[in-house]
C-alpha cells in the first residue's frame, strides 16, 4: 500500500501479560485510528490519537503518536482472552476522511 | 440500529460471471466506503462516496469493478467477469460526517472458482 505501514506480524501472549504493537505510515495524517477485527466480523474502532496528541488511554488501551517518526503504537495492559484478534491502525493520507489500513497484527492470548 | 449490512454474507460464483453485493449503511450517516481484504494484501481501500457523490475511487481496479449509490440508504459493488483472483471479503463501512469513525459491516465473502 502507498499509504499504510507494512508491519504485518502475529503476536501470541500469555493472559495478564502487557503487549504493545507498532504502526508506521508513509505519510502526514491528522489522526491515527486504532481497530480491531474480531474472527468474522468487520473491523471496529478501539481509539483513535490525533496530531496535537502524543499519548492517549481507553481503559487499558493506550496509543501514542509520534508525527516527527511517523509512527504509532497500540499497547494493551494486563491482556486478558477477549482481546484475541486482529488489530489494525489506519491513517487519513488525504485529510478527507477516506482511511487507510495498515496490514494489521493477529494478537492472540493465551489463558 | 442495526448497523451496517451488508448482502450476501457468501457468494460463490464462477469465472467470468457477475457478483453484485450490496450495502445498506446507518441511517444519517453520510459516507460510505468499499474496501476489500484478502490474507495477502490486507484491507485496500477501493472507493469511497460522500451524500451519495462518487469522491474518490483511487482503488478501484480500472476493469470490471463499478460502485454505485443510487440513494442515501444503499450502495452498490459489482463486479463483472470475476476472475479467482477477485476472491475476498467485501467490506463496506459508514461514518456520520465529519467524525471519520467508520463503522464496518460483516463483509461478503466472494469466492470466485
Known amino acids: 500500500s502507498q499509504w499504510g505501514e507494512e508491519n504485518l506480524q502475529a503476536l501470541s501472549i500469555q493472559e495478564g501479560e502487557d503487549v504493545t504493537m507498532n504502526c508506521s505510515y508513509k505519510?502526514?495524517?491528522?489522526?491515527v485510528h486504532w481497530y480491531r477485527q474480531d474472527s468474522g466480523r468487520g473491523p471496529a474502532l478501539i481509539i483513535l490519537i490525533r496530531s496535537n496528541e502524543r499519548e492517549k488511554r481507553s481503559g487499558r488501551l493506550r496509543a501514542t503518536l509520534d508525527t516527527s517518526s511517523q509512527s504509532s503504537s497500540l499497547s494493551i495492559t494486563a491482556a486478558q482472552c477477549e482481546d484475541t484478534a486482529v488489530y489494525f491502525c489506519?491513517?487519513?493520507?488525504?485529510?478527507?476522511?477516506?482511511?487507510?489500513f495498515g496490514k494489521g497484527t493477529s494478537l492472540t492470548v493465551i489463558p | 440500529n442495526a448497523g451496517v449490512i451488508q448482502t450476501p454474507r457468501h457468494k460463490v460464483t464462477g469465472k467470468g460471471q457477475e457478483a453484485t453485493l450490496w450495502c445498506e449503511p446507518i441511517?444519517?450517516?453520510?459516507?460510505v466506503f468499499w474496501y476489500r481484504q484478502t490474507i495477502v494484501q490486507g484491507l485496500e481501500f477501493l472507493t469511497y462516496f460522500r451524500n451519495q457523490a462518487p469522491i474518490d475511487d483511487s482503488g478501484m481496479p480500472k476493469e470490471r469493478f463499478s460502485a454505485q449509490m443510487p440513494n442515501q440508504s444503499h450502495s452498490t459493488l459489482k463486479i463483472q467477469s470475476t476472475q479467482p483472483q477477485d476472491s475476498a471479503v467485501y467490506l463496506c463501512a459508514s461514518s456520520f460526517a465529519n467524525t471519520g469513525q467508520l463503522y464496518f459491516g460483516e463483509g461478503s465473502k466472494l469466492t470466485v472458482l
Open positions: 489506519a491513517t487519513d493520507p488525504t485529510g478527507y476522511q477516506n482511511f487507510y
Open positions: 441511517s444519517g450517516h453520510s459516507a
Open positions: 505519510t502526514y495524517t491528522t489522526v
